[in-house]
Every structure is written in structure tokens, then in C-alpha cells.
């Protein structure tokens, strides 16, 4: 059963860095393309960037291209979002997915 488990998530100010963890288990994961998207309030999802199975390709939507970068521990079974220089915009609950599997997302809240 595949099972994804996001956190780090928070309140940051404008400007700022978050790095968000998501922990998979109940498949392959380290030959799996990984996904994060988002939700922002009253909008809807919002692709950000994918990292094939073993990070050889990595891509990112050209909002967060330059600011956010998507790394994997396959050891651990962990994907990661590191985000800098957050805006406003950034706002939403954030989700990594496997194909159609979603985590349960984590809140990120980017205040001026």
C-alpha cells in the first residue's frame, strides 16, 4: 500500500527558506518518479516539479524554477522540496505524489 507522509511545512516571512520532507513506503521507490504539487487557497492543483527515479532528470514549473530545488534519499526513502526566496504566491498546502497517490499535504503560509 503506498503510503506518503509529508512535513516541514510552516509560517515563514517573505524571502525566506522552508524545506519540506515527504516519506514513501509500500513501493519501489527508489525506480519511481516522484512528484510535488500544490493548492493554493480557492485554486486548484498546481504541478511544481518531478524528479525521476534515481534524479537524473529533474523538473520545475517556471514559478519556482531558480528558487526551489527537488532532491531524493532513495537510502531512506525520502523526497525533498527545498524552497528559497518564498513569496506570497508560494502559499498553499503542498503534496508529493506518486502517480495518482497524494500524501496528506503540509501548509506552507508565506506572509509579508
Known amino acids: 500500500q503506498v503510503q506518503l507522509v509529508e512535513s516541514g511545512g510552516g509560517w515563514v516571512e517573505s524571502g525566506g527558506s522552508l524545506t519540506l520532507s515527504c516519506a514513501a513506503s509500500?513501493?519501489?521507490?527508489?525506480?519511481?518518479?516522484m512528484t510535488w504539487v500544490r493548492q493554493a487557497p480557492g485554486k486548484g492543483v498546481e504541478w511544481v516539479s518531478d524528479?525521476?527515479?534515481?534524479?537524473?532528470?529533474?523538473n520545475y514549473a517556471d514559478s519556482v524554477k531558480g528558487r526551489f530545488a527537488t532532491f531524493r534519499d532513495n537510502a531512506k526513502n525520502i523526497l525533498y522540496l527545498q524552497m528559497n526566496n518564498l513569496k506570497l504566491d508560494d502559499t498553499a498546502v503542498y503534496f508529493c505524489q506518486r502517480g495518482s497517490s497524494r500524501g496528506q499535504g503540509t501548509q506552507v503560509t508565506v506572509s509579508s
Open positions: 509500500g513501493f519501489a521507490f527508489s525506480s519511481s518518479t
Open positions: 524528479i525521476s527515479g534515481f534524479g537524473s532528470r529533474i
